[in-house]
């Protein structure tokens, strides 16, 4: 504001005594003419000094004009600047500007960014622009820095569970080969029906936890999978006859209502362990007259498996971190806190996606996308 007021004021003083000059030649132009008449009029000496005196009078009163002329347009001119063009174009915008990086060094994204209507087309827009453009750029690399933060604690969460898997199978190997050799041994020198019944299921599960073990693994060490088209809906079956062996399991309504036209592109015995901790947590969270219902729906890419219960539901201040190790509300009874992540895992691994809910109507939605079988 002091500047450019100076500006004027100097531009001011330098018209005045540039035109002063002029208008002191006009003035002497005339006088000489004058004076060039009264060479060819006789006059006296009075009237020769009035002459000079009116020439000296016309002289001033020309600087005084012009002085106040050029006041007049320096007041008119800093009033029109300081009252509309500078408010509307240079101090309104900038207002807008020092606003939006106020709310950018705060951090409210719904403020620090001009909005289009607010921009003029002038050099000072231009600036709002750009910068717009580079808050925009500031904030998508924000974002993806921060994906890639939460990728990267995912991997680490990933590698330190493999090492604890990796040991943990590691312990399990020696007692479950002895207890599959004793149970071939029973299978070989009993001769009762019944109890021949019982001593097989006995070995398949087993074998079952023989290939947990081996999937363990797989997260400390890179295992190649094979991986074929599973129909869904009897790898369900199965993986709830396994849950089933929980006496628990006898007095609660299970519906497997998933389509029999479903297959997803992955490894069974791995998918298997996914729904076997669904369920199991379902079995867990609900009453003994409780109800558990899987169902399914496709897309052309991608098949849904839903394992709804009508439980408690999850806590809503677990349900953020529901996937992390060790995160459970019953971490001294029936759980470890390690089933929903494993199953994350896995899930992950098969280039899917697992997602935790609340049903409307009470309960836990768990949600299993899995790449669909062509």
């Known amino acids: ?144 820095l921060e994906a890639a933060l939460r990728k990267l604690e995912e991997q680490d969460r990933l590698v330190s569970l493999g090492l604890l898997s990796a040991s943990v199978a590691h312990e399990l190997n020696t007692p479950l080969a002895v207890l599959a050799g004793s149970i071939e041994k029973l299978i070989e020198i009993t001769d009762d029906a019944h109890t021949l019944e019982r001593l097989e299921r006995m070995q398949r599960v087993t074998q079952r936890l023989r290939r947990i073990s081996e999937s363990l693994v797989d997260f400390a060490k890179v295992r190649k999978q094979q991986m074929e088209p599973i129909a869904i809906r009897p790898l369900i079956d199965e993986a709830w006859g396994l849950v089933a062996i929980d006496e628990k399991a006898s007095t609660v309504d299970f519906v497997n209502s998933v389509r029999a036209e479903d297959r997803v592109i992955g490894n069974s015995d791995r998918l298997m362990q996914v729904f076997v901790n669904l369920l199991r947590n379902a079995l867990i969270a609900i009453e003994r007259s409780g109800r558990i219902e899987v169902n399914s729906r496709r897309t052309p890419r991608w098949v849904t498996v839903a394992v709804e219960d009508n439980g408690r539901g999850i806590p809503t201040d677990v349900l953020p971190d529901i996937f992390d190790a060790f995160v459970t509300t019953r971490l001294d009874a029936k759980g470890t806190g390690l089933g929903l992540t494993v199953a994350h895992g896995i899930v992950t691994q098969h280039g899917g996606s697992i997602t935790a809910s609340n049903r409307p109507d009470g309960g836990a939605r768990l949600e299993v996308s899995l790449p669909a079988a062509r």
Not at 72 to 83: D, F, N, R, W
Not at 121 to 131: A, K, L, P, T, W
């Open 1 to 144: 504001m002091v500047l450019h007021n100076l500006f004027f004021l100097v531009l001011t003083v330098a018209a005045y005594f540039s035109l002063i000059p002029l208008f002191e030649k006009l003035v002497a132009d005339a006088r000489g003419r004058e004076v060039a008449i009264m060479q060819q009029v006789p006059r006296t000496a009075g009237e020769i000094k009035i002459s000079q005196q009116q020439y000296k009078d016309a002289l001033e009163r020309a600087r005084i004009t012009l002085f106040l002329v050029l006041g007049s347009i320096y007041v008119l001119a800093v009033l029109l600047l300081e009252s509309a063009i500078m408010p509307l174009y240079v101090y309104r915008p900038l207002r807008k500007m020092l606003d939006a990086d106020q709310a950018t060094q705060s951090g409210d994204r719904e403020r620090e960014l001009i909005r289009p209507e607010e921009i003029l087309s002038d050099e000072i827009g231009q600036i709002m622009r750009s910068r717009n453009a580079t808050v925009e750029a500031l904030r998508r690399q924000e974002d993806e």
